[in-house]
C-alpha cells in the first residue's frame, strides 16, 4: 500500500512544536497525557489504511448516483459513518455527559489530516454532522439537543449546512428562502439550496439540514437571518418518521470530489417543510459562523491532506523510476553508466521538497489553529481565552486559503515529478489534481477570504489582534536567534513582518480617505504575501524545535527526520518566502489597473 501521510510528523508538530503537553495540562484534558495522543493517532492511522485508503480511487469512479429523487453513494460511507461514530470519531471533542470524549482539538485534527490524507471525499460526511451538532449543542434548545444529537453523533443521523441559494451565492444578504411561524412553534419553510456537501445520501436514516432562512417581515440583509433545523423527516411522537417536503432536486456532477456528494434542494415544494428555530431570530448567520468557521478549516486540513498524498505518491514514484543520468563533471552524461532514479535530478529535488514544504507547513498552521481553538475554550482565565479566540479568527482565513492554493501547486508539481504518467488513471495524481480545486471554492473563496483578512481580521480591535499575532511571532524569533544556524532565518522572518506593516500603512491611506474599494482592491495579493509570512513562521518554530533535538540527543524519530526539517525550512526560506517581495512591491505601488473607473472610459476587454 503506498504512503500518503508521516505520522511521525504529526506526532513531532503535536508534541515538539506545538507542545500538546501544554494543553493536556488543563483540566478538560487531565485523563489524557502524550501516550494515549499517540495511541489515538496510531488507531487512526490503522482505521485509515482499512476503510479509506482502499477505497479512494473506487469511490471517485462510482460517485454518486441521483435517481427518482434519491442520492445513493458508495456503500463503504455507510460502513465508516457507522464506524466512526461509534468510535467517537464525529463528535470526540464534546463533554463527556454529552457522550464525547473530551478530545483536544490538536488531537483530532492530526486524526482529520490522517483520514483525509487516505481519502478527501470520505471525511466530509463525518466532518459536517459533527460541525452541525456542534451548532445545536452551542445554541439549540434541549429539546432540540435531545431529539438529533445523539443519533448524528452516533453516526446514524448526517447533518449538513444549507446556506447557498442560485440567485445569492456567496452573498447571504440576498437569500429568499422563507420561514413562516405556526401555531405549534414551528415554522413553514419554503426555499431551495444549492452545492449542499452531503446533502443527501442512502447511508443515514435521517440527514439534518442546519438551514438559513428568513422569517416573514424580517430586517433586510443579513441581519434578518435566522437558523433553523430542517429535518428530511419529521419525527413523530411515537419516533416514527414521516416526510418532512425536503425534495433531492439533482445532484451536481464535478470535477472532482466525487464520492462526497453534492445536492441541490428544494424545501416545501408541497408547502409540507418545516423547521425549528435554532435560538433567537434574525441572529442565524451569527451562529452559523460558528459553523462556518469550523468548516473553512476543515477545508484548509482537506487542502493540506491531498497534497500530502500527492506528494507521498510521487515522492515513492521518484525513489523508483529510473531515467537519465547525472551529469559528470564535464557537464556531459556517459551513457555507459546505469540510469539514476529521478529522485536524484536537482529540478525533480527541487518539486518534491518544495511539495514538503508546503503540505509540512499547513500541517503546522492548522496544528496551531487547533491548539488556539482548545485554549480559547478551556483556558483558565477569561483573559486568555479572549486572546485565542482573536488569534483562532485572524488565522482562519490563512488557515483555509493558503492550504487551498499552495496546495494545488504542491499538487501540480507531483503530476510534474511523474511526467506523462501524473496525467494518466494509473497513478492517484490526476484524482488529487481534480480533487484538491474545489478547496480553493469550499465555504467562501479564496477572493472572499482575502476580503475577510484585509477588510476585518487586521482590523479587529483597531489592530490590536495584529499585534498580538506579531507578539506570537517575535517570540518565536527569539527562540530560534538562540541557535546560531537559525539566526539569519529569524532576522529575515523579523524583515518580512516589517513588509506587512509598511504595506498596511500604505493601504490604511486609503480606507482613511473611505476609498475602501482601493484598500481592498489587491486583497488576494495581501493574503499570498501573509501566508508565505505566517507559513515561514510555522518553519522557524519547526527548525528551532528540530534543532534543540538534535543538540540534546532527543532525536525521537532518528536524527535524519529532524535535519530534513531544518533542510526544508531553508529551503522555504529561499524558494517560497523570497516571494514577499515582489508581493510587496507590487502592493506598494500607487498604479491601479482593476478598478473599474468610468471617467476614464477604458474597456479593459475590449
Not at 474545489?438 to 483597531?462: C, F, H, M, P, W
Not at 506587512?500 to 484598500?519: C, D, P, S, T
Request: charged share 25%; aromatic share 10%.
Amino acid at each position: 500500500m503506498s504512503e500518503y501521510v508521516s505520522v511521525n510528523h504529526l506526532k513531532f508538530l503535536l508534541r515538539e512544536v506545538h507542545s500538546i503537553d501544554k494543553v493536556l495540562e488543563l483540566n478538560r484534558f487531565s485523563d489524557y497525557d502524550s501516550d494515549s495522543i499517540d495511541m489515538f493517532i496510531d488507531a487512526t492511522k490503522e482505521f485509515a489504511d482499512q476503510d479509506f485508503y482502499p477505497y479512494l480511487t473506487e469511490m471517485d469512479r462510482r460517485g454518486g448516483k441521483y435517481e427518482d429523487g434519491t442520492i445513493s453513494v458508495h456503500p463503504q460511507v455507510c460502513k465508516v459513518l457507522k464506524l466512526a461514530g461509534e468510535n467517537g470519531y464525529i463528535c470526540s471533542h464534546f463533554d463527556y455527559d454529552k457522550g464525547g470524549a473530551q478530545m483536544p482539538r490538536m488531537a483530532s485534527a492530526a486524526a482529520g489530516f490522517i483520514t483525509s490524507a487516505a481519502n478527501n471525499s470520505m471525511g466530509g460526511y463525518m466532518a459536517l454532522t459533527g460541525g452541525s451538532a456542534e451548532l445545536i449543542d452551542a445554541f439549540g434548545s434541549k429539546g432540540l439537543w435531545d431529539t438529533y444529537v445523539p443519533k448524528m453523533m452516533l453516526g446514524q443521523w448526517a447533518g449538513t449546512m444549507a446556506l447557498t441559494e442560485p440567485q445569492a451565492g456567496s452573498s447571504l444578504s440576498d437569500i429568499t428562502t422563507s420561514a413562516h411561524e405556526l401555531e405549534d412553534g414551528s415554522y413553514k419553510i419554503s426555499g431551495q439550496k444549492i452545492f449542499i456537501s452531503g446533502g443527501d445520501q442512502d447511508c443515514s436514516e435521517n440527514i439534518i439540514h442546519l438551514t438559513l432562512a428568513r422569517i416573514e417581515g424580517a430586517p433586510a440583509g443579513t441581519k434578518g437571518i435566522s437558523l433553523f433545523v430542517v429535518p428530511k423527516f419529521r419525527i413523530k411522537e411515537d419516533g416514527t418518521f414521516e416526510d418532512n417536503d425536503v425534495t433531492t432536486a439533482g445532484e451536481f456532477d464535478k470535477m472532482g470530489q466525487r464520492g462526497y456528494v453534492t445536492a441541490h434542494l428544494v424545501f416545501g415544494e408541497k408547502e409540507n417543510c418545516k423547521g425549528w428555530l435554532v435560538g433567537e431570530p434574525n441572529r442565524g448567520l451569527k451562529y452559523m459562523f460558528l459553523m462556518m468557521n469550523g468548516a473553512r478549516l476543515e477545508v484548509g486540513l482537506t487542502g493540506a491532506a491531498i497534497a500530502s498524498a500527492a506528494y507521498h505518491a510521487s515522492l515513492q514514484y521518484a525513489r523508483e523510476r529510473p531515467q537519465g543520468r547525472r551529469l559528470n563533471r564535464s557537464g556531459e552524461k556517459n551513457p555507459s553508466v546505469e540510469q539514476t532514479l529521478i529522485i536524484n535530478h536537482p529540478d525533480v529535488r527541487r518539486m518534491l521538497i518544495r511539495q514538503k514544504s508546503i503540505v509540512e507547513g499547513c500541517a503546522s498552521l492548522l496544528i496551531r489553529a487547533s491548539k488556539y481553538l482548545d485554549l480559547s475554550h478551556y483556558s483558565e482565565s477569561e483573559a486568555d481565552r479572549e486572546y485565542y479566540h482573536d488569534l483562532v479568527e485572524l488565522l482562519t482565513p490563512i488557515a483555509k486559503t493558503y492550504p487551498s492554493e499552495a496546495g494545488q501547486d504542491a499538487v501540480s508539481d507531483g503530476m510534474q515529478v511523474l511526467g506523462g504518467y501524473g496525467f494518466t488513471t494509473d497513478f492517484p495524481l490526476e484524482q488529487y489534481y481534480r480533487d484538491i480545486r474545489i478547496t480553493a471554492l469550499y465555504e467562501g473563496t479564496t477572493g472572499i477570504q482575502s476580503l475577510d483578512l484585509l477588510g476585518r481580521k487586521v482590523l479587529l480591535k483597531n489592530g490590536a489582534v495584529m499585534q498580538a499575532l506579531n507578539k506570537e511571532i517575535l517570540a518565536s524569533i527569539e527562540r530560534a536567534s538562540t541557535y546560531e544556524a537559525l539566526a539569519p532565518y529569524a532576522k529575515i522572518l523579523k524583515q518580512k513582518l516589517q513588509d506587512i506593516q509598511k504595506v498596511l500603512m500604505h493601504l490604511g491611506q486609503y480606507a482613511m480617505k473611505g476609498n475602501f474599494e482601493r484598500y481592498l482592491a489587491d486583497a488576494t495579493l495581501f493574503m499570498e504575501m501573509t501566508s508565505l509570512i505566517i507559513i515561514g513562521w510555522e518553519w522557524l518554530d519547526m527548525a528551532t524545535a528540530s534543532k534543540q533535538a538534535l543538540e540534546t540527543g532527543q532525536t525521537t524519530y532518528g536524527t535524519a527526520f529532524y535535519e530534513a526539517q531544518i533542510h526544508t525550512m531553508q529551503f522555504f526560506y529561499k524558494y517560497e518566502l523570497s516571494k514577499v517581495l515582489y508581493l510587496r512591491e507590487t502592493l506598494l505601488d500607487d498604479e491601479v489597473l482593476t478598478i473599474l473607473d468610468d471617467a476614464k472610459e477604458v474597456d479593459a476587454f475590449a
